[in-house]
Nanobody
Framework: QVQLVESGGGLVQAGGSLRLSCAAS????????MGWFRQAPGKDREFVAA????????YYGDSVKGRFTISRDNAKSAVYLQMDSLKPEDTAVYYC?????????????????WGQGTQVTVSS
């Protein structure tokens, strides 16, 4: 069982940066692959980034490549999303999620645990 709590969302101007954090509880956090997803009003949930349990391998959605960076600290049971060069279209609720799956990490369907989400609003 893993419980996830996101933080770090807020209002930022276009071109600015935010760093989201996701704190996990549970003794087996280090064995989970972690992902970030986002959902804007009226739109489907969208894959943002994922990182495997050991850390070095990462995946990004096309819309955020080169601007967002996912990282994790297993000692702190935390995963982070550094968001730079933010655009108004990045506005959404951002969710972190955990999975034991090693395939299809870009699909929300493989994730077993989800946080409550944190709102990110980028003004133009």
């Amino acid at each position: 069982q893993v419980q996830l709590v996101e933080s770090g969302g807020g209002l930022v101007q276009a071109g600015g940066s935010l760093r989201l954090s996701c704190a996990a509880s549970g003794r087996t956090f280090s064995s989970y692959n972690m992902g970030w997803f986002r959902q804007a009003p009226g739109k489907d949930r969208e894959f943002v980034a994922a990182i495997i349990w050991s850390g070095p391998r990462t995946y990004y959605g096309d819309s955020v490549k080169g601007r967002f960076t996912i990282s994790r600290d297993n000692a702190k049971s935390a995963v982070y999303l550094q968001m730079d060069s933010l655009k108004p279209e990045d506005t959404a609720v951002y969710y972190c999620a955990a999975t034991k799956s090693v395939v299809r990490l870009t699909s929300s369907l493989v994730y077993d645990y989800w946080g409550q989400g944190t709102q990110v609003t980028v003004s133009s």
